[in-house]
T-cell receptor, first 113, second 111 residues
Framework: DGGITQSPKYLFRKEGQNVTLSCEQN?????MYWYRQDPGQGLRLIYY???????QKGDIAEGYSVSREKKESFPLTVTSAQKNPTAFYLC????????????FGPGTRLLVL | GENVEQHPSTLSVQEGDSAVIKCTYS??????FPWYKQELGKGPQLIID?????GEKKDQRIAVTLNKTAKHFSLHITETQPEDSAVYFC??????????FGRGTSLIVHP
């Protein structure tokens, strides 16, 4: 059963804490992406990776970090430098071609305590 | 880079009516145009897409049209049903590697 999964579904962050959101795909896709979605807003690109051990900043990378050590996994860390982290975070993947569909995970909602 | 404008931001229709959402793009090199549907609390899902060598594509009650000269494409939903209520996103890609999304349209179908 191929797909893209995100965990946890809900995540709570305390002041000054780093938290990591998980994203895994078994679609054999080369490219993976992280988006942030605020209420009533569109999708804003945080980071993307076209291949293992390589990634690029998107439009709103400040306060976030990523790694791509395995093709299947693209975790996102929300650092304490991100002062307004409350949002819905979406991970996506696609084949390594610019004209391919993106497949999205179910999302992680991050809330600040 | 690519810029995608999407209108309207909110669309309210009665069940059975048609709904049309329009997008324009700026990069003439873009040649792949997907549409995604996002239900509340879920990730977006592809509902239909079109490539630049085609002017129109239909899938049951959903159709997409593309005008490459004018650089705009539209989503048409006929015989709307309450379960069509969701946020719809258009996107354009091909000119640059990363797809560019519109800001979304919240479609509300009243029973």
């Amino acid at each position: 059963d191929g797909g893209i999964t995100q965990s946890p579904k809900y995540l709570f962050r305390k002041e000054g804490q780093n938290v990591t959101l998980s994203c895994e795909q078994n679609l054999n896709h080369d490219a993976m992406y992280w988006y942030r979605q605020d209420p009533g807003q569109g999708l804003r690109l945080i980071y993307y990776s076209q291949i293992v051990n390589d990634f690029q900043k998107g439009d709103i990378a400040e306060g976030y970090s990523v790694s791509r050590e395995k093709k299947e996994s693209f975790p996102l860390t929300v650092t304490s430098a991100q002062k307004n982290p409350t949002a819905f975070y979406l991970c996506a993947s696609s084949m390594r071609d610019r004209e391919e569909t993106q497949y999205f995970g179910p999302g992680t909602r991050l809330l600040v305590l | 880079g690519e810029n995608v404008e999407q209108h309207p931001s909110t669309l309210s229709v009665q069940e059975g009516d048609s709904a049309v959402i329009k997008c324009t793009y700026s990069d003439s090199a873009s040649n792949y145009f997907p549409w995604y549907k996002q239900e509340l609390g879920k990730g977006p899902q592809l509902i239909i897409d079109i490539r630049s060598n085609v002017g129109e594509k239909k899938d049951q009650r959903i159709a997409v049209t593309l005008n490459k000269t004018a650089k705009h494409f539209s989503l048409h939903i006929t015989e709307t049903q309450p379960e069509d209520s969701a946020v719809y996103f258009c996107a354009a890609s091909g000119g640059s590697y990363i797809p560019t999304f519109g800001r979304g349209t919240s479609l509300i179908v009243h029973p």
